[in-house]
Nanobody, 131 residues
Framework: LQLVESGGGLVQAGQSLRLSCVASGSPYDYLHIGWFRQAPGKEREGIACINDEDGRIVYAESVKGRFTISKDNFKGSVSLQMDSLRPEDTGVYYC?????????????????????????WGRGTQVTVSS
C-alpha cells in the first residue's frame, strides 16, 4: 500500500489550501483514508477521515467548520480542503489508510490506545501559514 500526498505550500492566514492523497496497491475492497498533521514540537493529531464504503465522515473538533474531507472516485483520491487557515495550522500533513473503519476513527479522535497500527502512511506534505 502506497499513499502520496500533494498540495502543501506557504499561504497567509485566512487563505485556503487543498491537499490530495492518492492511494495505490490496496489489498482491500474498501480503503478508508484519513488526514493527520504534526506541528513542530507537538504530537501528531488527527484531522478527519472518510469511509470508502458509505462515505461517512469524522472530523476532529479542532477543524470542524474549516476543513472538508472528500473523495474523488474518478481520480481515486481523497482531498482535504482547508479554509480560513491559521498560523497554528502549520505543520506536516499526512494521509493514512486502513482497511478497517473503526481503528481509523479511533486514531483520528485520539482514542487509540491498543497499539493498533494503520495499514499505511504517506510521507507528508508541508503546510505553512504565515500571520
Amino acid at each position: 500500500l502506497q499513499l502520496v500526498e500533494s498540495g502543501g505550500g506557504l499561504v497567509q492566514a485566512g487563505q485556503s489550501l487543498r491537499l490530495s492523497c492518492v492511494a495505490s496497491g490496496s489489498p482491500y475492497d474498501y480503503l478508508h483514508i484519513g488526514w493527520f498533521r504534526q506541528a513542530p514540537g507537538k504530537e501528531r493529531e488527527g484531522i478527519a477521515c472518510i469511509n470508502d464504503e458509505d462515505g461517512r465522515i469524522v472530523y476532529a473538533e479542532s477543524v470542524k467548520g474549516r476543513f472538508t474531507i472528500s473523495k474523488d472516485n474518478f481520480k481515486g483520491s481523497v482531498s482535504l480542503q482547508m479554509d480560513s487557515l491559521r498560523p497554528e495550522d502549520t505543520g506536516v500533513y499526512y494521509c493514512a489508510a486502513d482497511g478497517a473503519w473503526a481503528p481509523l476513527v479511533h486514531h483520528i479522535l485520539g482514542e487509540e490506545n491498543s497499539g493498533y497500527r494503520l495499514d499505511g502512511w504517506g510521507r507528508g506534505t508541508q503546510v505553512t501559514v504565515s500571520s
